[in-house]
């Protein structure tokens, strides 16, 4: 994909005064950008090696600087504003995916000139992993030829038009060569440019550029040669990018170039010209149009008359669908061994089993890389964070053996005498099994006498295979005394539900359902494997301005109230009786369920404190000695006179400034103070907001995210459409299996640590990560940096430590090990990555630092950090070929439109539409998830249920998710973990409406069918409702069903879901992106 004939709209990351990049269209970049890693100190730009200098952007030699008065040419629409919520189609264009006339012509001549349009995506060869190092050499700046162009349809908001330009010929000097492809990389190559020449050089003669269209709006032509650019050319001049998430007005040069704050770092150059041809699938470059190869629409109408015209086909750049179903289909069903260090597990999308041979299963820990590099150099060269993703907690399959639990009685477990690190496989016996030397630090100690075991002809252990910690990557140990709150042994955990009684609260309805729910709720309480109940206790608060506390002791025959209204000095006026066995008072307690909407009745109190009810259980637990669980039931902003009344900050004009951070930072002080508390004592607390305006989320959320908890949001809640949704998440949530006043450590071998930590923890100091309490679905991701050379031969170790309480209150630990290859070859260390937990790092990296910098940095340092791991891979990995093309590692050929999602995401858009609340929700959401449930988030599942096979157990296959996979005769469920979707298409058959609404056609469908289906008695009603039920029951969190029709309003929520397309919100489409990219890496590697 050359960098000429396709200039997208307005930027990624263009230069804006202050940031690192080109200083408005011409001139010397700054000798450092001005933010360095996330918070760290500015860095300035490694040295490349010589030859390898990005070309100062100056016009090449013998050409005048062409002139950029004003960036665009007055007759081009301004790429990238968004005045509507969709891009506004071009007058000729239709709503909707169907094609669109061009209105390309409005300042060209009739037909662009050969010298024009360069193999933008056509001969973007999307390579896989492939041997061998490109050679380093300078490109000359020649121009290049005309290439063979591809059109593709205009959609509303679709793709960018690229026109077709005259084939060029072929000639044998300039001859191409692509590494071996992944099948679904088969990407339309284009004709080849003249003899020899590069294709990264500046156009001819100052052509014009103008960049393709966004959605649909109009767009100039190519003047003929000599004419001004009213886009600038390349060649290291300034020139913009796809526009991004709200940025509405475009600015010029390219983006910074310096170490952003993932440490961007110079790379070198393309490969010359002049390999042998490959033909066949290797993807030698094809010769102008072929017959038969057209792209998704039928019967797009050219824009411009002219040579005969192919659409590019959407179908040809990586399919994030296709590689979820290759692994499916090659590991799918099958065992997953943990014998082999360094192994790379299946994706997260494919069912497997996992048998525990010495390695924690990737179900507890993934990384964004098992094949770490050998230096910090190689690190720093390829730019792949080294991370892993560690979910403690993790559900394991009925199939597979739960963790074994070691118990050596009063020794406890048994650790190495330097580092602490706990009896693991990778320890080595030595001296006839009296003596072991540890793999984290190498220091050699005596075995306890207890523990001695002598050892076979391969220096094993007689015993290995009966000790789980010899034989297993994970196991538990239970902890003696010396693990203890002062030496105590701790007491079961408690739960304390605390209703909020205020006006909107009883008038809604929700105070009843909850009261009512928790009547069968109780019994279900989370207890040990075996236990006949829970050994869980209960308590009971109901609030507004004053707290009532409840003693529900079995004794008594009626509920006692006690009302707290010191709210600053909190403190619990009962100890026995308040928080109490379910079992033995459930007599009382469903007494107290039916009276307290009773009760609160006729209230017309509406304002609520929130500060004192966390405080209050807090107290009760320190009065009980234990740790525990609050579940907060909350509708509006705390504005009564208290600790942690918070006032409206809620503020659209920071927007996409320098201040738009503070929207996300919560509001310091008291709130600060309260987590702190809270993971003192062991107190998670889970948040069910209930608003029906701003209610300060960032502040309100800030105890449940340091404490291990979760924030639920139903936004105007009604109990008839949000009810069973909110009870749904309600019943999850207080049946999760989980682990209290946890405290995690991460112990690595020599050569590398871990160096940062995100999730919903709380760090008191740089190792110690604690949590109130850790739930099966929370997720702490890890940063290794080196401090040390790492050796090839020893491998890398890790080993988590997580100390915590059961259930039941036993206190053990729990041991996962993990050991990884190390590699000087890049190419290996490529072929080992997971795109996966890549995006979970870039996600939770990103969001952290958006507390602490603008928006729009956070994003082009996301840009720049993707270009440079790609132009890495390209400049050492791949086998030369020809600088049109784009190369992608096979483990990462999806990453552009995983990153491209995330850049779409609410909290990285800057839009004033989007709800501040809603943004920092999602924010907090991510930063605790686990793989799996980050990769669905940003790649949302969109299964076709038009055709399901109403009598297989399967689920169709997903299709990609883009507007052009829609059909109007079709039925499409859409989910991310968050939100379903059932999309209606608005021709869909008479029947279908039929089975599954029991109406006659989609006019009939009235308001009460948009939430629910009915229960209808045939197969398709079943089956749909089968697939979502399963859905519902698999993802951590409940969602709420949306049935939404082709063309009505409720389908922009939809829509904003297809994140292939363009953002709803600003943001580009994933083909446009992926453009941008290839354009940024062809500058690193000139």
């Known amino acids: 994909m050359s960098q000429q004939g396709y200039v997208a709209a307005p930027p990624y990351s263009q230069a804006q005064p202050g940031i690192g990049g080109y200083q408005g269209g011409f001139g010397a970049p700054p000798a450092q950008p001005l933010y360095g890693h996330y918070g760290g100190p500015p860095q300035g730009f490694n040295a490349p090696p010589a030859g390898v200098m990005k070309s100062p952007p100056t016009s090449p030699a013998g050409m005048p600087p062409s002139p950029v008065s004003s960036q665009y040419n007055p007759s081009v629409q301004q790429n990238g504003a968004h005045p509507q919520r969709y891009a506004s189609p071009s007058a000729a264009s239709p709503p909707y995916g169907q094609p669109s006339h061009s209105v390309y012509n409005n300042m060209a001549s009739p037909a662009p000139p050969t010298q024009q349009l360069a193999n933008q995506m056509s001969a973007m060869n999307l390579g896989s992993y492939a041997p061998g190092t490109m050679q380093s050499q300078p490109l000359p700046p020649t121009s290049s030829v005309a290439q063979q162009h591809f059109q593709t349809p205009a959609p509303a908001m679709g793709q960018p038009q690229i026109h077709p330009a005259p084939q060029a010929p072929h000639m044998a000097s300039q001859n191409q060569m692509s590494p071996p492809q992944s099948p679904l990389t088969n990407m339309l190559a284009s004709g080849q440019p003249m003899g020899g020449q590069s294709m990264a050089g500046p156009p001819m003669g100052g052509q014009s550029m103008t960049g393709p269209p966004m959605g649909g709006q109009s767009m100039a032509g190519p003047p003929m040669g000599g004419q001004s650019m009213a886009g600038p050319p390349m060649g290291g001049q300034s020139m913009t990018g796809p526009p991004m998430a709200g940025m509405n007005m475009p600015f010029p040069g390219p983006p910074p170039s310096g170490q952003g704050?993932?440490?961007?770092?110079?790379?070198?150059?393309?490969?010359?010209?002049?390999?042998?041809?490959?033909?066949?699938q290797f993807g030698g470059l094809m010769s102008g149009p072929q017959p038969g190869m057209s792209g998704g629409f039928p019967g797009t109408s050219g824009g411009l008359a002219g040579p005969p015209q192919k659409k590019l086909d959407p179908d040809s750049i990586p399919s994030t669908t296709q590689v979820i179903e290759d692994d499916k289909a090659r590991l799918g069903g099958h065992v997953f061994s943990t014998n082999m260090r360094g192994q790379v597990p299946p994706l997260v999308t494919t069912d497997f089993t996992v048998q525990d041979q010495g390695n924690a299963s990737p179900r507890f820990i993934r990384c964004t890389t098992y094949s770490l590099p050998c230096t910090a150099e190689l690190a720093k060269q390829c730019q792949v964070p080294l991370a892993s993703i560690i979910k403690p907690f993790a559900k394991l399959p009925k199939n597979e053996t739960p963790l074994y639990v070691v118990n050596h009685g009063e020794t406890g477990p048994i650790r190495c005498n330097r580092c602490k690190a706990y009896m693991c496989p990778y320890m080595q016996f030595i001296d006839g099994g009296r003596r072991y030397q540890c793999s984290f630090c190498n220091c050699v100690s005596e075995v306890p006498v207890f523990y001695f075991q002598h050892l076979d002809h391969m220096g094993r252990r007689v015993d290995f295979y009966e000790r789980p910690e010899l034989s297993q990557g994970s196991y538990e140990f239970v902890a003696t005394l010396d693990y203890c709150k002062n030496n105590k042994p701790p007491n079961p955990p408690a739960y304390i539900f605390m209703i909020d009684v205020s006006y909107t609260n009883i008038k809604s309805g929700l105070v009843k359902l909850v009261c009512d729910e928790l009547k069968s709720l109780l019994e279900k309480l989370p207890r040990e494997d075996g236990a006949e109940a829970s050994a869980i206790k209960v308590g009971f608060v109901t609030y507004n301005k004053v707290l009532h506390f409840y003693n529900v002791k079995s004794a008594l025959a009626q509920p006692q109230m006690m009302v707290v209204s010191d709210i600053v000095e909190m403190f619990v006026p009962l100890l026995d009786g308040f928080l109490v066995n379910y079992q033995d008072s459930r007599a009382v307690i469903?007494?107290?369920?039916?009276?307290?909407?009773?009760?609160?009745?006729?209230?017309?109190?509406?304002?609520?404190?929130?500060?004192?009810?966390?405080?209050?259980?807090?107290?009760?637990?320190?009065a009980a000695e234990c740790s525990g669980k609050l579940f907060i039931f909350h509708s509006s902003m705390p504005t009564a006179e208290a600790p942690g009344k918070l006032k409206n900050r809620d503020d659209k004009k920071l927007v996409n400034t320098d201040k738009e951070k503070t929207l996300f930072q919560p509001q310091k002080g008291?709130?600060?103070?309260?987590?702190?508390?809270?993971?003192?004592?062991?107190?998670?607390?889970?948040?069910?907001?209930?608003?029906?305006?701003?209610?300060?989320?960032?502040s309100m959320a800030d105890v449940p995210s340091h404490t291990g908890g979760s924030v639920y949001k139903y936004n105007n809640f009604q109990v008839a459409t949000d009810g069973e949704h909110f009870l749904r998440d309600l019943r999850k949530d207080l049946q999760k299996s989980l682990g209290f006043d946890a405290v995690m450590r991460v112990r690595t071998s020599t050569g590398f640590r871990a160096t940062d930590f995100f999730g919903a923890i709380y760090m008191n100091n740089t190792t110690d990560v604690e949590m109130a309490a850790v739930d099966c679905d929370k997720a702490v991701t890890v940063e290794f940096k080196h401090d040390d050379t790492l050796s090839e031969e020893s491998g890398a170790f890790m080993q988590c430590a997580l100390l915590y309480t059961t259930i039941s209150g036993q206190r053990r630990l729990r041991i996962h090990n993990l050991s990884l290859n190390c590699t000087s070859q890049l190419s290996e260390l490529y072929k080992c990555c997971e795109t996966d937990s890549l995006i979970n790092f870039f996600a939770k990296s990103a969001y952290r630092a958006i507390l602490n910098q603008p928006v729009k940095n956070v994003r082009d340092i996301l840009v720049n950090q993707t270009a440079h791991m790609l132009a890495c891979y390209r400049k050492n990995c791949a086998s030369p070929s020809a600088a049109s093309q784009l190369i992608l590692p096979d483990s990462m050929r999806v990453f552009p439109v995983y990153m491209n999602s995330l850049m779409k995401t609410a909290p990285l858009v800057g839009s004033t539409e989007l709800s501040t609340d809603d943004r920092a929700h999602q924010r907090l959401s991510v930063m605790a998830m686990g793989v799996e449930d980050s990769q669905l988030q940003l790649y949302p599942r969109l299964i076709p249920l038009h055709n399901v096979d109403v009598g297989s157990e399967a689920v169709p296959d997903p299709v990609r998710c883009s507007e052009e996979r829609l059909s109007d005769s079709g039925l499409f469920l859409l989910e991310n973990g968050h939100s379903i979707f059932l999309w209606l298409g608005q021709a869909s058959p008479p029947d279908l409406i039929q089975s599954l609404f029991n109406a006659p056609s989609l006019a009939h469908l009235q308001q009460e069918h948009m939430f629910t289906l009915p229960e209808l008695d045939n197969p398709l009603s079943k089956k749909v409702r089968a697939i979502i039920s399963e859905l519902l029951e698999k993802r951590p969190n409940s969602m709420k069903l949306q049935i939404v029709r082709q063309r009505d309003k409720p389908e922009m929520l939809f829509r904003q879901f297809l994140v292939e397309d363009k953002g709803l919100h600003g943001g580009a489409s994933y083909m446009d992106f992926l453009c941008y990219v290839h354009r940024e890496i062809r500058q690193l590697l000139t």
Do not use: R, W
Not at 261 to 280: E, I, K, V
Not at 610 to 622: M, N, Y
């Open 261 to 280: 704050a993932f440490q961007q770092h110079g790379t070198g150059p393309t490969a010359p010209s002049g390999y042998p041809q490959q033909s066949g």
């Open 590 to 622: 469903y007494n107290l369920l039916d009276q307290i909407p009773d009760m609160f009745a006729d209230t017309n109190e509406s304002e609520t404190v929130f500060a004192p009810v966390i405080q209050a259980g807090v107290e009760a637990f320190k």
């Open 670 to 698: 008291v709130y600060e103070q309260l987590s702190k508390d809270c993971v003192a004592q062991g107190c998670c607390v889970d948040l069910f907001l209930f608003p029906s305006q701003y209610l300060d989320l960032a």
